[in-house]
């Protein structure tokens, strides 16, 4: 490889993990998210991003937090800040399977209650 080829690569890769970290969700999530400071703040996520933003989200919030965050296999597992009131469901993703129909299920009876 030439050193010029090497060089376009670093810089490509530099603009790459750049914009990778710009939208992260420590970066995007709202800072002053809406939370009860008398009750119990819910916080229903899903998609590949929702330990993410659930962490995120969580160090924001001051007070009683539950809910759940539904995500794909392997993108839960470093998130483990999050608290145990909230249960964190890796499924299938983009294809549910049927962890992910349980979580559904699960989100859908603590959105009802």
């Known amino acids: 490889?030439?050193?010029?080829?090497?060089?376009?690569?670093?810089?490509?890769?530099?603009?790459?993990d750049g914009a990778v970290n710009?939208?992260?969700?420590?970066?995007?999530?709202?800072?002053d998210i809406p939370?009860?400071?008398?009750?119990?703040?819910?916080i229903i996520a899903a998609g590949k991003g929702a330990a993410?933003?659930?962490?995120?989200a969580c160090k924001n919030i001051c007070g009683d937090v539950?809910?759940?965050a539904?995500?794909?296999?392997?993108?839960?597992?470093?998130?483990?800040i999050i608290p145990s009131s909230i249960e964190v469901i890796e499924a299938r993703h983009p294809?549910?399977?049927?962890a992910g129909e349980q979580a559904a299920l699960k989100a859908l009876k603590i959105a009802k209650n």
Do not use: Q
């Open 1 to 16: 490889m030439s050193y010029d080829y090497l060089k376009v690569r670093l810089a490509l890769r530099g603009l790459f």
């Open 22 to 31: 710009a939208i992260s969700a420590d970066i995007t999530m709202p800072k």
């Open 35 to 42: 939370y009860s400071k008398t009750g119990k703040t819910l």
């Open 52 to 56: 993410a933003m659930t962490h995120a």
């Open 66 to 68: 539950s809910g759940i």
């Open 70 to 80: 539904v995500t794909r296999y392997g993108h839960g597992i470093k998130y483990g």
């Open 95 to 98: 294809v549910p399977d049927a």
